[in-house]
């Protein structure tokens, strides 16, 4: 972190983020979420507030005013090379409201006797975005723009695509920069150098060092789907915390960005002066093309690990909603740290890289919750998969409610009929062993399992058969080195049917085996 400098004047408790300094040098706009002077009160996900430039360093922040805001977010994205245009994310609907979907695109504002106007929207040829964020860049031409969003191309989040103005003063269709840039993971923040070749962007994915961080990549042959490998700014600038918004002003002797590291709040601005920072990244641009041309020569069997991208959420075991929650993932000696209430999104989907067949432990706490820990391996299946996120698979880390009461129903414990043998130990076991997992976690916790069965034949053959099968698991649970006085258990038979037994779907849901926390 020696490389920030963190402009205390600005910063507050509250989100600061996307900074942009005006052509001149002499104002410093940027984002602020969660504060209540903003159209939207504390609940609106950021306003463009500003500070101007002063003999002693920069003013006091003050709101922009709701012209250029309203009650979705809002931020900008660049200027026209004289100042006098101010490029925005969203724009205003007919009502003068933006929505706040981020399906609306980009907006310029025009200033006339000082004072910004009134947003028009870019007309931007078969615009579409599928997420709730939006990030965009803009050159000092004002003819190219590079958009952050989850489009028709997005290789899983949200991922960067450029777009040209055209003699019209239309923009066209978005295009995909490709898959050396663009990951399953999330790409953000772009920014466009002087130079039309060199963009900084922000990604939770590539050769990270934490949460999200700041990379850079060049155009190469003249192409916009055509970069060379993305290289991580490093230590410097990048930490395990969230690093974003990467912005050089038309001086170009300083950057500004946000981050999440030692800040006063969610994130705070910070800038760096150039020179030598400079010098060093492109040296490490020049080292990443030697790798590259070197590894075109191995041999394949001196390739590199394979990486495998994988997306994750946190559910409450009971609803399947999603938890606030505190997560470490830590392997090959490095930690990561992840809080899914600063994920911006209602999912809250957080995505790693990581190399394929690691080792990666993963301890997870959230309030009202009992702690979980568990042990996987990259690119295996963690607990459950769906296929509702762009098309790549989310594993699911379900947690379990701290609460005395609380059921859970234990998943494919199956047993052979009229049997209390696993009719498929290899799966029974897998499952049991997180509930052993669980337990280790938690060593005060204590529980009662219980056996129902659905109702066909003698009830009291089917409460003994019960019984036998909860006997079962709990003797599993006791060979995993869990306490016997940790382990209650109770068979009831068909006494406590969840639905009707006329179906065999019906059945099958009534003959299961579940635990109860007792204390």
């Known amino acids: 972190m020696q490389s920030h400098l963190k402009i205390d004047s600005v910063n507050s408790s509250y989100d600061e983020h996307s900074p942009a300094l005006s052509p001149d040098g002499e104002t410093l706009y940027f984002t602020r979420s969660g504060h209540a002077a903003n159209v939207g009160g504390v609940i609106d996900r950021g306003d463009i507030w500003f500070s101007t430039k002063t003999e002693s360093g920069w003013s006091k922040a003050q709101h922009a005013g709701n012209v250029i805001n309203h009650p979705g977010l809002n931020g900008v994205v660049g200027f026209s090379a004289d100042g006098n245009r101010m490029y925005l994310l969203n724009y205003f609907d007919a009502d003068g409201q933006g929505g706040g979907s981020m399906r609306n695109g980009i907006a310029v504002s025009t200033k006339l006797n000082g004072e910004w106007q009134k947003p028009e929207r870019l007309q931007i040829q078969y615009f579409s975005n599928n997420s709730p964020y939006l990030g965009a860049t803009i050159n000092a031409e004002e003819n190219t723009l590079i958009l952050a969003m989850r489009s028709y191309l997005s290789e899983g989040n949200e991922d960067l695509y450029v777009s040209f103005k055209q ?31 060199t963009l900084y962007f922000t990604s939770n994915a590539h050769d990270g060092l934490g949460g999200r961080d700041i990379f850079v990549t060049k155009r190469l042959n003249g192409s916009w789907q055509d970069w060379s490998t993305p290289v991580n700014l490093g230590e410097g600038i990048n930490t395990k915390g969230t690093e974003r918004d990467y912005f050089i002003p038309a001086s170009g002797d300083v950057a500004f960005f946000s981050s999440t590291q030692n800040s006063e709040g969610f994130g705070d601005l910070f800038n760096y002066a150039l020179s030598d920072a400079e010098k060093a990244l492109q040296e490490s641009i020049e080292e990443v093309f030697a790798q590259e041309e070197e590894e075109a020569e191995m041999p394949i069997e001196n390739e590199k690990t394979s990486v495998v991208v994988m997306t994750f959420q946190v559910l409450d075991k009971r609803t399947e909603t999603p938890v606030d ?195």
């Open 167 to 197: 003699g019209d003063d239309t923009w066209s269709q978005p295009q995909t920069l490709g898959n050396v840039v663009n990951t399953y993971g999330e790409e953000w923040s772009p920014f466009l150098a002087a130079d039309n070749e």
């Open 325 to 519: 929650a505190s997560v470490k993932m830590s392997y090959d000696g490095r930690d990561i740290d992840i809080n899914t209430a600063d994920i911006d999104s209602q999912n809250k989907h957080f995505v790693m890289s990581l190399e394929e067949g690691a080792s990666v432990e993963v301890s997870i706490a959230a309030e009202g919750f009992l702690k979980y820990q568990e042990t996987f391996t990259a690119g295996s299946s963690v607990q459950s998969m769906s296929d509702e996120f762009g098309g790549s698979s989310v594993e699911t880390f379900y947690l379990t409610p701290e609460e005395v009461g609380t059921k859970v129903k234990i998943e494919n414990v199956l047993f052979n009929r009229a049997s209390a043998n696993f009719s498929n130990p290899e799966v029974a076991k897998r499952q049991l062993d997180e509930i052993v997992q669980m337990m280790e976690s938690n060593p005060g916790m204590a529980i009662r399992l219980e056996g129902h069965t659905d109702n066909r034949g003698d009830a009291r053959l089917l409460k003994e058969l019960s019984v036998e099968r909860v006997k079962t698991v709990r003797d599993y649970l006791l060979s995993k080195g869990i306490d016997a006085e940790r382990v209650e258990f109770e068979g009831f038979g068909g006494e406590k049917p969840l639905t009707d037994n006329d179906s065999a779907s019906g059945r099958e849901i009534n003959r299961r085996v579940e635990f109860v926390i007792i204390r």
